[in-house]
C-alpha cells in the first residue's frame, strides 16, 4: 500500500483567511496544510497537498493518482454541488475518500445541500472548521487500514 495521502482543495480555497472568514474561519489553507501534514505523519503518511479553481485540473489529479495513493481527503467546494465530472472521476477511485467541508454545507442555501462528491465518498464531514480536515485524515487512516 502506498504511503501516500492525497488532498485536493477546490475553487476559491487558495482565499481561505480572506474569503468570508465568518463562515469559513481564519485559518489559511497553509495553516490546514501544516495541519494535515502534522496529523499524517503520525499515521505514517506522506502527503500531496494540492489545489485548483480549475474542474478539470481536480480531475487530472483524481485520475493520475489512482492506484497511487492511500486516500484521499477531498474539499470539492462550490464543485461539490456541480460537477458530476468530478463524481465521474472519483467513483473510479480505488482508495478511501473523504470528503470535507468546513462550514456546514446543510445549514446554508438550499442549492448547497446536495453534494454529487458525497454519492461516492467513503464518508463526510461538515461544519467542524479547519479541524475537519484532521478528522478526515484519521478516517482516510483508519479506512486503508493504518
Do not use: C
Request: proline share 3%; aromatic share 8%.
Amino acid at each position: 500500500m502506498s504511503d501516500v495521502l492525497l488532498v485536493l482543495n477546490g475553487p476559491n480555497l487558495n482565499l481561505l483567511g480572506e474569503r468570508d472568514p465568518e463562515q469559513y474561519g481564519r485559518d489559511t489553507l497553509a495553516d490546514i496544510e501544516g495541519a494535515v501534514r502534522t496529523r499524517a505523519s503520525s499515521h505514517g503518511f506522506e502527503v500531496d497537498f494540492r489545489q485548483s479553481n480549475y474542474e478539470g485540473e481536480l480531475i487530472s489529479w483524481i485520475q493520475e493518482t489512482r492506484g497511487k495513493v492511500a486516500g484521499l481527503v477531498f474539499n470539492p467546494a462550490g464543485y461539490s454541488h456541480t460537477s458530476v465530472a468530478i463524481a465521474d472521476a472519483l467513483d473510479l477511485f480505488d482508495a478511501p475518500i473523504v470528503e470535507v467541508h468546513l462550514s456546514n454545507i446543510h445549514k446554508r442555501e438550499p442549492f448547497r445541500h446536495h453534494s454529487y462528491v458525497s454519492a461516492v465518498a467513503s464518508g463526510v464531514i461538515a461544519g467542524l472548521g479547519a479541524h475537519g480536515y484532521e478528522l478526515a485524515v484519521d478516517a482516510v487512516a483508519r479506512l486503508a487500514g493504518r
